[in-house]
């Protein structure tokens, strides 16, 4: 089994920054894929972030420019630098990964972390 325990969130007025962190532990193995998604009340979970064991980045447009994903493979960890923050990034953030063992993929996500924008 793996966790991931995400921290960072916290209240943050416009215009400011904040930084979210991911360590996953447990029985980790060959992990293809660590991102961040974020879900708002009554909408579907949306990816922000992701990064592949490779170094490949992906960002949803909206936050293009302003976030920057970063992993740190030898301690199983994934961040996410959140610059220039707006209202409308107040969502729960929920840290995910994606491991392949054999053919088989394995999903995990984390509790959640609070981010809210707001002066």
């Known amino acids: 089994q793996v966790q991931l325990v995400e921290s960072g969130g916290g209240l943050v007025q416009p215009g400011g920054s904040l930084r979210l962190s991911c360590v996953a532990s447990?029985?980790?193995?060959?992990?293809?894929?660590m991102g961040w998604y974020r879900q708002t009340p009554g909408k579907q979970r949306e990816l922000v972030a992701s990064i592949t064991s490779g170094g490949t980045t992906t960002y949803a447009d909206s936050v293009k420019g302003r976030f920057t994903i970063s992993r740190d493979i030898a301690k199983s960890t994934v961040s996410l630098q959140m610059n220039s923050l707006k209202p409308e990034d107040t969502a729960v953030y929920y840290c995910n990964l994606k491991a392949l063992r054999g053919v088989v993929w394995y999903e995990y996500w984390g509790q959640g972390t609070q981010v809210t924008v707001s002066s």
């Open positions: 447990g029985s980790i193995f060959s992990i293809r894929v």
